[in-house]
């Protein structure tokens, strides 16, 4: 026999842990030198997604890849040499059964010209986190973070097709991120610092994680690059992963840390977690 409260909860509808895995949207909390605060964060398909607002920068990497993808679709359109004389031929012949050849009138579908780099890109799934304009909004009460959710006020998560679901049913109660979803950016530099015997392998592993979300969902072009595939932050990030693997892939990871400088790693984060902190919205 069902209790009241159970008859109470029912009626709320979803909450905490099922209220998000329903939405498929995650609530974070982020340690910055600033303080630490709550928001959220989802995965989608980069199709289904539209880029947060930001002033344009000549170089950013989203516009950059905008522009190539065009650029090649050009190049490809200069290609496609129309022959009149062979189109009257062709509408003119029979083919083998004696019929006339025809030529079909339909428009081209533009998925047909899509190249497989830029389908992968369609398919690949992003982060978004409660931001707007280029910066993250983050709350220091889980009260708060849900007095804004309901405001209705403008930010980059209202596109999703589960936000209607999260403004009408969360409670501040379900505001409680797993441990996986908790990240300390505030003791990277620090723990850098104190040299390759002292670091943390899954402190730093994670906070590269939530860095390049936060860069990529923020348009941070200083902290993408800076953590882009064959930096010296991303040669420190592989070497973490094969260290804390164990084994032979982890002694050789660790013989691998060991060659990275203490210094510059401490530097390079330092530069990206100030680039992130910039960007940050800080909500009472």
Same mark, same amino acid.
């Given at each position: 026999m069902a209790t009241q409260s159970d008859e109470s909860e029912a009626a709320a509808?979803?909450?905490?842990?099922?209220l998000w895995d329903e939405v498929h949207i995650s609530p974070v909390e982020i340690a910055m030198p600033g303080g630490v605060g709550l928001t959220l964060r989802a995965y989608r398909k980069?199709?289904? @997604?539209t880029p947060t607002e930001i002033t344009v920068d000549e170089d950013d990497p989203f516009e950059a890849r905008e522009r190539a993808a065009a650029a090649a679709r050009a190049d490809e359109e200069e290609e496609v040499i129309v022959d009149e004389e062979f189109n009257a031929l062709l509408?003119?012949?029979?083919d083998e059964d004696g019929?006339?050849?025809e030529v079909s009138d339909e428009e081209p579908d533009p998925e047909d010209f899509k190249d497989d780099d830029e389908v992968k890109a369609d398919e690949e799934e992003v982060p978004v986190f409660l931001s707007h304009r280029g910066r993250l909004l983050s709350f220091k009460t889980a009260e708060s973070l849900v007095?804004?959710?309901?405001s209705g006020a403008p930010h980059d998560m209202a596109q999703l097709d589960t936000w209607a679901t999260v403004t009408e049913r969360v409670k501040s109660s379900d505001v409680d991120p797993l441990p996986e979803d908790r990240y300390? @950016?505030?003791l990277v530099v620090e723990n850098l610092r104190g040299g390759h015997d002292t670091w943390d392998?899954?402190?730093?592993?994670?906070?590269?994680?939530v860095a390049r979300d936060l860069g990529h969902a923020l348009r941070l072009k200083p902290v993408i690059l800076a953590l882009a595939p064959g930096s010296p932050l991303d040669d420190l990030d592989e070497a973490l992963r094969r260290a804390e693997t164990g084994g032979m892939s982890g002694y050789l990871g660790r013989r691998r840390l060991k060659k990275i400088g203490a210094q510059q790693a401490s530097l390079g984060w330092r530069s990206v977690i100030g680039k992130i902190s910039a960007a940050v919205d800080w909500r009472d």
């Open positions: 509808g979803l909450s905490g842990r099922a980069s199709a289904d @997604l509408a003119e012949g029979d019929k006339k050849s007095s804004f959710i309901r300390e @950016l505030d392998l899954p402190l730093l592993i994670a906070a590269g994680e």
